[in-house]
């Protein structure tokens, strides 16, 4: 199953903001799970609840205009079918990773009704990213009714979103770094990113905050200046005690007192990135979700220190982070944890990321994957290694990739030596509890746990881990194995993104743990996003804009950066070996083509640090190679190539510029 949506999604008239949906019935597929049909489309997922029909839609993302919210969209069918027999559809399905299938599904009402859904559109939203007004909606083009089973597809379709005057949308000043950062972001995210700089916020001048802060306690300063030396040649950085932040920033308790003051810097001050210092106290908020009518379920959840609007207890019940207490969901700033208030390891965390961005060694271990796979639910034909072959499309195809996948037989049980000899990124997709990521069946089941990761001596080569596991992140446990992996004197981890509670799923199609998962792929791999913090950040921003699922928000709130949030991930680093205090500025570079969007012949303008071999490639949604624009020698300085994108599909691309001297990327609208 392809799981990025390859049909026509673009715009057809920016200023109407129309929006073309077309789908071929061959492009439809149907499976069975406990003698009922699962329907699948290109990149389509369920935006209902649990219960409901499954029937798969298309999310929609788009930047408006500053103080604008989407009211509704209109629909245009301009060609229908229904689908030949007679069908029965599974409803949705959401469980727990470490929780077995019920052995009966409910179903909702609606299999007593008439035509569902009701309305094609769903999930219509407006949040803030930094600034930006972002609007999402989910179309689902089908429509069933359960007393005849006769199922509907639109084949194609026109869609206007309609905005509206919001009163209460906030107007924001910010740096030209702030917005520089963010449009750079979302140009991944929304589906019309030329007007990105049209409905940009407003930026102003005279903004002296640092980019990036680090929050910790007084005591710890001599132990973290290192780091603060780093950062302020390559970002501008800054100390803030916490007892400093108690003393100046009201709230009702401390981690709303951290929040305050991070809405302030962020707001008037100019802020980027935030590093929080602590263990499980005074620095971590607690987020209280229900499931159904129990509940809630508590977990960290360090959002709450990067999505900066709303109080996040607009109930005032002090139970942060309910469904109903006003989430966006989106990144305001991006936000990482060192997750420990011993000096001692501290020192070692502050030690490797230095070395990391300094004194990594050249080899194939910057570009050399893993992929763990466990058995999920294999009594009904669920296994890892799904969600890990579709990360795999989106790794580079001159990487080196080890697939660890269980299976009925047996697992394979290699991994800590793979590590030990070089591994830049991991992706763990098994079950899990704060000791650790494990296999299902068959000794040794310890995949990455405390009973193993003594082992690990990579202390040169650290691994950016990412997991959809239950609760390996739970920092409420004493030691779990997120920040044992963080700092482990021997080797480990240089970041890592686990779950601070349940991983969910929903057999037999992918649930909202395994498209976060795969989102944090696109954005690293396809979108060269190598800040690990906007990476992780823009990950959940993507999944959240482009996605309705159920126990989505769950996710987003769960899985967290422990780690610098401005940490450069290995394979994207260029001029920090020679101590440039700006990486990038060695490595090429690549201008959106012109024009943009393109419909034949484009120019695709380059500048090269020195003569030297490249490669022009382009890249499509799902990461796959779309087309050659160059490969041979480029010459030193700016430059320029023809490109005729004539034969591409409608619809959004990467084009990337390789060379030994580091990579660029900027993207492409194709619209015919």
């Known amino acids: 199953m392809t799981l990025f949506l390859q049909v026509a999604m673009v715009l057809v008239s920016v200023q109407a903001a129309d929006l073309s949906f077309a789908i071929d019935t061959a492009d439809v597929d149907f499976t069975t799970f406990r003698g009922e049909e699962v329907v ?13 029909p499954g029937l798969p839609g298309v999310g929609y993302a788009m930047v408006i205009p500053q103080g604008t919210y989407l009211e509704s969209v209109q629909v245009e069918v301009l060609s229908k079918v229904d689908l030949p027999g007679i069908h029965s559809i599974a409803p949705v399905l959401s469980v727990p990773l470490n929780q077995p299938i019920p052995l009966i599904i409910p179903h909702s009402t609606d299999y007593q009704g008439g035509s569902f859904p009701s309305d094609a559109i769903q999930s219509i939203d407006t949040g803030n990213k930094t600034g930006f007004r972002i609007a999402s909606f989910s179309y689902v083009p089908f429509s069933w009714n359960p007393a005849t089973g006769t199922l509907s597809l639109v084949t194609s379709a026109r869609l206007t979103p309609v905005t509206a005057p919001a009163v209460d949308a906030p107007r924001l000043n910010l740096s030209d770094y702030q917005v520089r950062t963010a449009i750079s972001a979302l140009h991944s995210v929304v589906q019309n990113p030329e007007m990105l700089e049209a409905y940009a ?22 132990t973290l200046q290192p780091l603060l030396d780093l950062r ?99 990144s305001d ?8 208030d011993s000096p001692y390891r501290l020192s070692t965390m502050v030690e490797r990321v230095i070395a990391y961005e300094s004194a990594s060694p050249a080899g194939d271990w910057q570009t050399t994957a893993l992929l763990a796979g466990a058995g999920l639910w294999p009594e009904s034909g669920y296994w890892g290694s799904f969600i890990c072959d579709s990360i795999a499309l989106r790794i580079p195809e001159s990487w080196t990739v080890h697939k660890l996948y269980e299976t009925s037989a047996s697992h394979p049980n290699n991994q800590i030596e793979l590590y030990n000899n070089g591994v ?15 296999w299902l069946d068959f000794s040794p089941t310890a995949l990455v746990t405390k009973v193993n990761y003594t082992g690990l001596t990579n202390i040169d080569m650290p691994v950016v881990f990412h997991s959809m596991a239950c609760s390996p992140g739970d920092l409420e446990n004493i030691a779990c194995i997120a920040e044992r992996l963080m700092f482990w004197p021997s080797g480990g981890a240089a970041a890592v993104m686990f779950n601070s509670s349940y991983g969910w799923g929903s057999p037999p199609g992918m649930g909202a743990s395994e498209w976060l998962e795969l989102y944090f792929a696109q954005v690293l791999f396809v979108d060269h996003q190598y800040e690990l913090g906007v990476t992780h950040a823009i ?56 024009p943009n969007p393109v419909s034949g012949t484009c120019a695709v303008n380059f500048t090269m640090p020195a003569t030297a071999s490249a490669t022009v490639i382009v890249y499509d949604i799902s990461g796959r190679v779309a087309a050659t624009v160059h490969n041979g020698v480029l010459p030193e300085g700016a430059g320029s190539l023809s490109f005729d994108a004539s034969n591409l599909a409608s619809g959004f691309y990467s084009v990337v510029i390789n060379s030994q001297s580091g990579s660029a990327a900027t993207q492409m609208l194709v619209l015919h």
């Open 424 to 438: 830049s990124y991991s992706s763990l997709n098994g079950h899990g509890n704060p000791g650790g990521v494990y």
């Open 201 to 222: 916020p407003e930026i102003t001048s005279g903004i002296d905050g640092a980019p990036w802060v680090l929050i910790a306690d007084e005591a710890l300063q001599t």
């Open 539 to 594: 990950s959940k921003d993507e999944f959240k804009a482009n996605v309705s699922i159920a126990m989505q928000t769950w996710v987003l709130q769960e899985n967290n950066l422990l780690g610098d949030p401005a940490l450069l991930f290995v394979d994207g680093q260029t001029g920090i070996e020679e101590g440039e205090g700006n990486p990038g500025v060695s490595s090429p570079a690549i201008s959106t083509p012109a």
């Open 40 to 52: 699948y489309i290109p990149g389509g997922a369920s935006p209902f609840i649990d219960g409901e």
């Open 333 to 340: 700033i991006y936000t990482g944890r060192f997750s420990s």
């Open 232 to 330: 302020a040649t390559t970002h501008g950085s800054e100390f803030k005690f916490t007892q400093w932040i108690y003393a100046n920033y009201t709230g009702r308790d401390t981690q709303e007192q951290i929040r305050n003051y991070l809405i302030d810097a962020y707001e008037n001050q100019g802020l980027v990135y935030a590093l929080i210092v602590g263990d499980f106290g005074e620095t971590t908020r607690l987020s209280g979700i229900k499931i159904g009518s129990t509940g809630p379920e508590y977990f960290v959840a360090d959002l709450y220190y990067s999505d900066l609007d709303g109080s996040w207890d607009i109930d005032g019940d002090s139970v942060f982070g309910e469904l109903g207490d006003g989430l966006d969901y989106y």
